[in-house]
């Protein structure tokens, strides 16, 4: 990577890269959060379990998309440029939140209500999909050498404060503003429009931040060509310990953030009301510790917290999942989320820097984006739905020994990768 040539105002560039993620993750995690009151009004039939399982798998949908979004936008962002990937997918992301704002419900339009949710869906997938490649670069690349990790932890601060954001608007209106009748008829709309404008702000906002140092020195000099041909016979080991980490990443991350919420309603016995003010406390928590384990990432290396995280993870997730599903308080149920994001955070606070430091810049986009989109659409997507066809197998627990596998899984693969720490790895362009 390159650290000769720098922007003109790398904070704000830092700062508006991560605004924008923000956003989009916030437009992303909407339907997670409220999909509690919009379950009925897309899928009519069956009893609670059955919607919000029918829901789950729309979400599953969504993540189909993503490896083609990875694949897109990761060659657009290495081709053209990082700013310009990230405006293309802010403004699929925006298109997604106002089909969903305004579709008629199942019992004005009859199936064409799933087909077009699905569909808006799908392109916030596509969205995401190179969102996490291009973005994970973007900050890589606009920080100084050795603070790459403290930096690029903020990916996460800004994806996790967008769930948070989410499950904030839904905590203020069902204890300030709206009945539960209300959430279920037109509040869950209002959630999807706060969506779509900001988006439209951001889309302002990513056209005035800075390329990349290192894309500019890409550019400027003899061109390498990229692509996924190029990738492939290159850079095949990195692709796969990208897709390997990613799987422990995306499955604890979606476990112990989107579906906790349903397990605290339908497992533990928490009100509605209760299991979002427990998750959001937890993820105001998981926000803070971010930008301190990547910068304990620039001291240390990055290696040392991934094996925290995996070997954490593979002893505790069970006695955590087993413990929250039995809590009988808010605090206690609060104090063990917390525990648990403190494991995953040792993944999350270094998920973009690990990754992007692996490749150079002609790949690094699409090397980063495209392995990461292809677990999440396996593996990520799926954890909810996975989840709740445990649970309504009658075997709930076999989840959380799932959740165990996928980390051991990431165990391994980080036998296998190489610590890239500014000095400890290659600081050159081609690193």
């Not at 298109?95 to 199942?106: E, K, N, R």
Request: proline residues 4%; hydrophobic residues 50%; glycine residues 10%.
């Amino acid at each position: 990577m390159s650290s000769t040539t720098q922007p003109r105002n790398p904070v704000r560039s830092v700062v508006g890269g991560s605004l924008g993620n923000l956003v989009e993750w916030y437009d992303w995690y909407i339907y997670s959060a409220f999909s509690l009151y919009f379950a009925k009004s897309f899928f009519p039939e069956g009893d609670a379990t059955a919607q919000l399982l029918a829901t789950s798998v729309v979400f599953a949908i969504g993540f189909l998309m993503r490896p083609l979004g990875g694949w897109l936008l990761g060659i657009l962002a290495d081709r053209y440029g990082r700013k310009t990937a990230l405006t293309w997918s802010i403004t699929l992301m925006c298109a997604g939140s106002l089909i969903i704002t305004c579709v008629p419900t199942y019992a004005a339009i009859g199936i064409w209500a799933p087909l077009l949710l699905t569909f808006a869906r799908m392109a916030q997938g596509l969205s995401l999909g190179g969102e996490f490649g291009t973005a994970a670069t973007y900050l890589t690349e606009i920080a100084p050498p050795d603070r790459r990790g403290f930096w690029s932890s903020f990916q996460y601060v800004t994806l996790i404060a967008g769930q948070l954001l989410a499950l904030a608007l839904l905590v203020t209106l069902q204890f300030f503003f709206l009945t539960e009748a209300q959430l279920e008829a037109w509040g869950w709309r209002f959630a999807f429009a706060t969506g779509a404008v900001l988006a439209i702000s951001v889309f302002w906002l990513r056209r005035g931040i800075d390329e990349t140092p290192d894309f500019i020195e890409e550019s400027s000099g003899e061109r390498r060509k990229g692509g996924l041909l190029t990738l492939l016979r290159e850079r095949p080991k990195q692709f796969a310990l990208v897709f390997g980490l990613s799987i422990g990443s995306n499955v604890s991350f979606y476990a112990f953030t989107t579906y906790m919420q349903k397990y605290l309603v339908a497992s533990a016995g928490f009100a509605k009301d209760q299991a979002s003010l427990i998750c959001s406390g937890a993820l105001i928590f998981y926000i803070i510790i971010q930008p301190m384990l990547g910068a304990l990432s620039d001291k240390i290396g990055r290696k040392p917290l991934l094996y925290w995280c995996w070997i954490g993870g593979v002893i505790a997730t069970v006695p955590l999942f087993t413990a929250l599903g039995a809590a009988t308080g808010m605090f206690e149920a609060f104090l063990l989320l917390c525990v648990a994001y403190l494991i995953i955070s040792g993944s999350s606070a270094t998920s973009a820097v690990v990754k992007a430091e692996l490749f150079p810049p002609h790949v690094r986009a699409l090397g980063v984006g495209l392995p990461y989109a292809l677990s999440q659409a396996i593996f990520g997507g799926t954890a909810e739905s996975v989840a709740l066809w445990f649970k309504s197998e009658g075997v709930e627990a076999a989840f959380f020994w799932y959740v165990t596998g996928c980390m051991a899984v990431a165990l391994v693969t980080t036998l296998f990768v190489p610590e890239t720490r500014w000095p400890g790895g290659r600081p050159k362009r081609g690193a």
